[in-house]
């Protein structure tokens, strides 16, 4: 059974950091490249960050620069640190493998698209 858990989130004023993390377990974690979304209330979920099994990163643009998207293979996690946090940036954030992940970064997807999902970690950021 895939399970893929995230912890993290919270709130927080903006320009503040956050480091959300995802334990994967129930499947070959290395076949899968791994990412991060986010569904901000009223709006669809979109890709933010995504990484595949040889190192491989995509960032959507309006987190470039601000969001690092990292993995400890050897611990099945996948990490997202997210510094210089804006009010925009609040949203609910999921933890996602699926074979043609980076394809879905800065775009709107639906759940069924993806093969496995989290629970999600909410993230708030205050002005």
């Known amino acids: 059974q895939v399970q893929l858990v995230e912890s993290g989130g919270g709130s927080l004023q903006a320009g503040g950091s956050l480091r959300l993390s995802c334990v994967a377990s129930g499947y070959s974690y290395s076949r899968y490249c791994m990412g991060w979304f986010r569904q901000a209330p009223g709006k669809e979920r979109e890709g933010v960050a995504s990484?595949?099994?040889?190192?491989?990163?995509t960032y959507e643009d309006s987190v470039k620069g601000r969001f690092t998207i990292s993995q400890d293979r050897n611990k099945n996690t996948l990490y997202l640190q997210m510094n210089s946090l804006k009010p925009e940036d609040t949203a609910t954030y999921y933890c996602?493998?699926?074979?043609?992940?980076?394809?879905?970064?800065?775009?709107?997807?639906?759940?069924?698209?993806?093969?496995?999902w989290g629970q999600g970690t909410l993230v708030t950021v205050s002005s």
């Open positions: 996602a493998a699926d074979p043609n992940l980076r394809l879905w970064v800065g775009r709107s997807v639906g759940v069924l698209a993806v093969y496995a």
């Open positions: 990484i595949d099994s040889v190192g491989t990163i």
